[in-house]
């Protein structure tokens, strides 16, 4: 009989990093003959594209449109609730542990409710040793965990991987932002978000800068200006007419939109 499996903010569970990490786990979940709750649904997460009907369901709850003309808006913002499930756990374990966290989707459980993220199961095993190397602390999170759900992702619909690359950058900057008080923050942030290509492959660093501070042309927004490079299209979804702060659909309106978008906000 396979042990219970262990809360993985147990393993940080005296430090601030603890509540980053309260739905992720090592080892897999009890086995039971009946949950009893239907709306729950255990999903290995390489078979994550046979929940599509009920994460778009999930979507349409939350922001109205249709589920097909609407699909990759909606499934961009689904992809923000399940990156703010996944990534915290990969970034305590490299910048807090300092040990790598294997990832690989092809080892990994996700349990939603109603078409929603509720838990992350990962490997018992998934602790390796700690390493200074930042390129073997990330490794997983990036080249196997992004690269595969996102490639999942975009199968489900016409979204191009770059809008969910830019959300998962937007989610590590403002991570790395929450974590600058530890010891190499800093150098982990700029690794992971330089110019050069990860893990040395040939393909750009899909992570390259995804938010910038700019000076923006109209007075009526900050300065300077965080903006995001690739917009979330969730401003595709009728009703959804206010822009996300650092939406960098905003450094191109005019005054008057922007003092709309104010009032909106």
């Not at 992004?146 to 403002?174: C, E, F, H, Q």
């Amino acid at each position: 009989m396979s042990s219970a499996a262990q809360s993985f903010a147990s393993l940080v569970a005296d430090t601030p990093f603890s509540a980053y990490v309260e739905r992720v786990w090592l080892g897999v979940p009890a086995e039971t003959s009946d949950t009893g709750d239907a709306a729950q649904v255990r999903v290995p997460l390489t078979q994550l594209a046979t929940q599509r009907k009920a994460i778009l369901d999930a979507m349409l709850l939350r922001y109205g449109g249709d589920p097909e003309r609407h699909a990759r808006a909606l499934l961009s913002q689904w992809s923000k609730y399940y990156f703010g499930l996944a990534v915290p756990a990969a970034l305590v374990s490299a910048l807090v542990l300092q040990r790598p966290l294997d990832m690989n989707p092809a080892r990994c459980l996700l349990l939603l409710r109603e078409g929603m993220p509720e838990a992350l199961y990962l490997p018992h095993d998934a602790l390796a040793d700690p390493t200074d190397d930042p390129a073997r602390r990330y490794a997983s999170l990036v080249d196997e965990h992004l690269r595969g759900v996102i490639d999942l992702l975009a199968s489900m619909t016409k979204i191009a991987p770059r809008v969910l690359w830019s959300n998962v950058g937007n989610l590590l900057d403002t991570l790395f932002g929450q974590c600058a008080a530890v010891p190499g923050a800093a150098c982990d942030a700029a690794w992971m978000f330089g110019s050069g290509a990860l893990f040395g492959g040939d393909e750009p660093n899909p992570l390259r800068v995804p938010v910038r501070d700019v000076t923006p042309r109209s007075t009526l927004l900050p300065a300077p200006f965080r903006a995001r490079r690739v917009c979330c299209v969730r401003y595709e979804i009728p009703g959804e007419d206010q822009l996300c702060a650092s939406c960098p659909l905003l450094l191109t309106m005019s005054d008057e939109d922007l003092a709309r978008q104010e009032a909106i906000r």
